[in-house]
């Protein structure tokens, strides 16, 4: 309870004029350039096109999704807004597909949108799971629940695996008070808050007919395909390259391999694998160079993973017949 030395407790707020507010570059723009010069959306378009390998559906829904906030942004300055309610159209989204599949990563592009547009405050994102909001014991969840919803305030609420919120057979479950409560922020604060649910599509389906208020609220739905072999490849090298690795002869079509048999076996998690994969193959290249210890080690050799790292993986032992 320690009170900072600079403020005076119950001193009446300063007589002077209030900074001049920034001024809003968007506020006057009258086309679509303006808005998009104003904003800089495009920066985080282009990243997201970039950075990302695949998702072509996804790319293109964000995009039209950007499209239509540029478009409310000028339909706004025109004053072409509802009589009597403030211009806040229904952001909240749900993004299904598999673990892996990108979806927490394109809710932190979203947010960075949204937060350029002036739809939310400061675009963070606050990611969450059931546990995040639901008590134990009775009068635990609410508090909890707001407690999140607080944190979320001016960015993205993102609640993983969302579905595990209604467990219909525990008729004492805390999760539907939950639900009520974040559906009742979602209608207060869509100015200022926005709400992705994530996970997998079939259960989300499943908890949208059992809370049919939930699906009412969520104006975008986004679907996450698997991505196919060579789109993995692709992400693996983005990724090596990321850490300054790379592929050494043989490698790359080690790891082609790696993930033939690694997406057959169970709680295969897409790019995720992908990444674990890639920090086990570093480690036994970490493993192999430490070995020698006299010798001065390149470049070269400090930069790649060689086939014999990604072949040395239990994957290709467990197969064998
Ligand atoms: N299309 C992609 N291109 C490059 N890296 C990706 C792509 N999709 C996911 N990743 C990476 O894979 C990992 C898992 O992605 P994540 O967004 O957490 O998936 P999800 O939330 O769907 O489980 C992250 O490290 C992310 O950076
Ligand atoms: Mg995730």
Do not use: W
């Not at 990611?127 to 993205?156: C, F, N, W």
């Not at 790891?255 to 690694?262: C, D, I, N, V």
């Amino acid at each position: 309870m320690s009170t900072p030395l600079y403020s005076i407790p119950g001193s009446p707020a300063p007589a002077a004029a209030p900074p001049p507010a920034p001024p809003d570059p968007i506020g006057a723009a009258r086309t679509v350039n303006e808005v998009l010069a104003g904003s800089r959306i495009e920066a985080v378009m282009d990243e997201l096109d970039r950075d990302l390998v695949g998702l072509a559906p996804v790319k293109s829904r964000i995009r039209d999704i950007a499209a239509l906030l540029v478009v409310d942004k000028l339909r706004a300055n025109l004053g072409l807004v509802p009589a009597g309610r403030t211009p806040a159209p229904s952001l909240h989204m749900c993004f299904t597909g598999n673990p892996g599949t990108g979806k927490t990563t394109v809710a932190l592009r979203i947010a960075q949108i949204l937060h350029r547009l002036g739809y939310v405050r400061q675009g963070h994102v606050v990611s969450v799971t059931r546990d995040d909001l639901v008590g134990q014991y009775i009068g635990h969840t609410a508090p909890k629940t707001r407690e999140v919803l607080k944190k979320a305030m001016g960015g993205v609420l993102f609640i993983d695996e969302a579905y595990y919120l209604y467990r219909p057979e525990n008729e004492r479950d805390y999760g539907q008070e939950a639900i009520e409560i974040l559906l009742q922020a979602m209608e207060n604060h869509r100015d200022d808050l926005v709400v992705i649910l994530a996970g997998y599509k079939e259960r989300m389906d499943t908890f949208f007919r059992s809370n049919p208020g939930m699906n009412s609220r969520i104006a975008h739905h986004i679907d996450f395909p698997d991505y196919t072999p060579d789109e993995l490849l692709q992400i693996a090298e983005r990724m090596l390259a990321g850490r300054q690795y790379r592929f050494g002869e043989g490698a790359r079509a080690a790891f082609a391999q790696y993930l033939g048999r690694r997406t057959r076996q169970p709680h295969f998690a897409n790019a995720r694998s992908v990444r674990n994969a890639l920090d086990r193959a570093r480690l036994r290249a970490a493993s192999r160079l430490f070995a020698d210890r006299d010798r001065v080690l390149t470049e070269a050799e400090l930069t790649t993973i060689l086939p014999a790292d990604i072949l040395a993986s239990r994957v290709f032992a467990a197969a064998a017949p």
